[in-house]
């Protein structure tokens, strides 16, 4: 029962930090459907933990009063399920999105302080029946491994803080500015995603930059799209039927233009924000088309916004295979943008791209040395926002290169990274992030260390007096006997009212017939018994 709680507990845990990232989980199983499966997996695990956690305290609670907790089959199955469900879960978790564990990992950063006082309060409160327990056993071995694994645990818990380390822990005015805000597609809760309706809605709220994703079409024109296909995104199936599956990059422009690009967000409702729209924008999201790059850049160049992209190589036998970055450059040319507004992040013929267009300024997708960042004359890196440390970025932060991380949405993850120094984030939720003034959890060295200490000396004094109390009441002192007393044969102790019932006191024995046994009972009277 205790394993099953403990996976229980570390899947709630889990999957609680990664609503960050549920949009990408339920993307993976997108089936021409959207469907929120991360919401079926948090609440099966909710209440699985939730059912755990209430046989936990029963037996808690019996084992208080010297019984056992007997379990009818069906609680017995139950548990059994609970841990195949949660160990299966873990090990699915672990080798198909191990990149979310260090997300797991991180959060301790920020939940860490309390999660021990939590701690610290259940092991408190679970001192009241452990002390009644220990006060009652009569064999000296049992007493000193009763209590030995108590106090370990306690003392384990009380010290946990000389471990914990968070960049968010520091001291008044060391906290550097607020990272710049970059809508992921634009403002993808608000708008159909890589529309220019999705940008627009990014400037409106304040957003400092727009993300987005490049397609060459058939004909040289790039234009915003994320997947490969058309599929999701469009309404293909209806316009050209029997094409979903085509690579998007096959079709011309004068076809693409004839796709809407919105109805599915308002069909889908993929972050369940639909609710939020305004009848006008309703109305708006539900006539959005494929965007081009050209009316991206415009929009951008409008507002001073910055501009960063993925750029995708066309499939093999595409008229432009071979010359999408010149197709990519010539567009951002024709559109008279700065050209210190355009992140550049594509590898491919990057000296040329310098050469040619030395106003870029150039990102780097994922981790690399300083010193080859520094000879390629790269000055940003782009990288998930779990994968840098605060030494790390401090480190590239002291060679002039910025960081920008992705795909932060969770205002407590953004506390995080602004704590850890990091320069810009880029985000499906700018509004949210843009009201944020301070992190959400921020302390100075001297905060946290009292509100450590005062907590684990708050316990333990909780913890003494609850032991004396339960001492003195089962056993009394010399100087001050207990009310309650073994001597002369009676024994009168605190009960449930279902252990009145069965009470046994030596000074009124109860004769009990040959073949009367609390066996042969009904087991829904047997104490204990669930």
């Given at each position: 029962l205790i394993l099953t709680f403990g996976?229980?507990?570390?899947?709630?845990?889990?999957?609680?930090?990664?609503?960050?990232?549920?949009?990408?989980?339920?993307?993976?199983?997108?089936?021409?459907?959207?469907?929120?499966?991360?919401?079926?997996?948090?609440?099966?695990?909710?209440?699985?933990?939730?059912?755990?956690?209430?046989?936990?305290?029963?037996?808690?609670?019996?084992?208080?009063?010297?019984?056992?907790l007997y379990l009818f089959w069906g609680h017995k199955i139950g548990i059994v399920l609970v841990f195949a469900f949660s160990a299966v879960a873990i090990g699915f978790l672990y080798s198909q999105w191990r990149e979310e564990w260090n997300t797991f990992i991180i959060s301790f950063q920020v939940t860490a302080p309390y999660l021990h006082i939590g701690g610290v309060a259940v092991l408190t409160a679970l001192s009241w029946p452990v002390a009644q327990h220990f006060s009652k056993m009569t064999g000296k071995v049992a007493r000193v491994i009763t209590l030995g694994l108590y106090l370990a645990a306690l003392l384990f818990l009380y010290l946990v803080p000389l471990?914990?380390?968070?960049?968010?822990?520091?001291?008044?005015?060391?906290?550097?500015?607020?990272?710049?805000?970059?809508?992921?597609?634009?403002a993808p809760m608000l708008a159909p995603e890589n529309t220019l309706m999705s940008f627009e809605k990014t400037i409106e709220l304040g957003g400092d930059g727009l993300e987005t994703d490049v397609t060459i079409s058939l004909d040289g024109v790039p234009f915003l799209l994320h997947d490969p296909t058309l599929k999701r995104t469009t309404d293909i199936e209806e316009v050209f039927p029997g094409n979903q599956s085509v690579n998007a990059a096959f079709f011309p422009w004068h076809q693409l233009a004839q796709l809407n690009a919105g109805k599915w967000f308002l069909e889908d409702n993929p972050f369940g924000t639909k609710r939020l729209l305004s009848a006008t924008d309703t109305w708006k999201a539900g006539r959005q088309g494929l965007c081009k790059l050209a009316d991206l850049l415009a929009l951008a160049a409008a507002h001073s916004k910055l501009v960063i992209f993925d750029l995708y190589r066309p499939p093999r036998s595409h008229p432009y295979r071979d010359s999408f970055i010149k197709q990519t450059i010539s567009a951002i040319q024709d559109s008279g943008i700065n050209q210190n507004l355009i992140l550049w992040l594509p590898n491919p013929l990057r000296p040329i791209v310098q050469q040619k267009m030395p106003g870029?300024?150039?990102?780097?997708?994922?981790?690399q040395p300083v010193r080859d960042l520094q000879m390629d004359r790269i000055t940003r890196l782009n990288v998930r926002y779990s994968e840098l440390s605060h030494t790390e970025i401090m480190m590239y932060?002291?060679?002039?290169?910025?960081?920008?991380?992705?795909?932060?949405?969770?205002?407590w993850i953004f506390s995080l990274v602004w704590c850890s120094g990091a320069h810009s984030v880029i985000t499906n939720d700018p509004q949210r992030l843009r009201e944020l003034r301070r992190p959400c959890f921020l302390l100075t060295p001297s905060q946290y260390k009292a509100m450590w200490i005062s907590s684990d000396v708050v316990s333990a004094v909780l913890v003494l007096l609850i032991f004396i109390f339960h001492w003195w009441r089962e056993n009394g002192f010399a100087c001050h006997p207990s009310v309650k007393r073994r001597d002369k044969g009676i024994y009168s102790k605190f009960r449930t009212e279902m252990n009145n019932v069965w009470s046994v006191s030596e000074a009124e024995p109860i004769a009990i017939q040959p073949g009367?046994?609390?066996?042969?009972?009904?087991?829904?009277?047997?104490?204990?018994?669930?």
């Open positions: 996976l229980a507990f570390v899947l709630l845990y889990f999957w609680s930090e990664a609503k960050n990232d549920y949009n990408d989980f339920d993307w993976n199983f997108y089936r021409d459907r959207w469907f929120p499966w991360s919401a079926v997996v948090l609440g099966v695990t909710v209440t699985f933990f939730t059912y755990i956690a209430i046989l936990l305290v029963l037996a808690i609670c019996l084992l208080s009063e010297s019984q056992r471990g914990m380390y968070s960049s968010c822990i520091k001291e008044k005015g060391t906290l550097g500015p607020k990272p710049a805000i970059i809508g992921h597609r634009g870029f300024i150039h990102i780097y997708g994922g981790k932060s002291a060679a002039n290169i910025s960081t920008n991380l992705y795909v932060v949405t969770e205002p009367n046994t609390a066996a042969s009972l009904p087991t829904s009277v047997v104490p204990g018994h669930v």
